[in-house]
């Protein structure tokens, strides 16, 4: 790989990092359980991201796949928060 491309993965990296720090400031402190939940929703896109650009900086396809898992249990994660909240609980009787 050339020495740009290397250069735009770890900027890349590094700015899916502090935005994951950023959500994790914000999970601690958020004034409303709305803020929590869209603060862990960034977290998992952007844990996704940065698997996804490891997957692309070492060449395995391996990255992609956890990527996806990620993807799928976050989005199942946001949708059982997001009832609970609107609810009270997560499966009806």
Do not use: H, W
């Not at 990296?13 to 994790?24: E, K, Q, R, S, T």
């Not at 391996?62 to 499966?91: P, T």
Request: hydrophobic fraction near 60%; charged fraction near 10%.
């Amino acid at each position: 790989m050339n020495q740009i491309f290397q250069i735009a993965l770890f900027f890349a990296i590094a700015c899916f990092v502090l935005g994951m720090c950023l959500a994790v400031y914000r999970l601690a402190t958020g004034p409303s359980m709305a803020d929590r939940v869209l603060a862990l929703d960034t977290m998992y896109i952007n844990g996704m991201l940065v698997l996804l650009t490891l997957g692309l900086r070492f060449g395995s396809p391996l990255y992609f796949d956890i990527g996806l898992l990620i993807c799928v249990f976050g989005f199942v994660g946001s949708v059982a928060m997001a009832k609970f909240l609107l609810r009270g609980e997560v499966i009806e009787p």
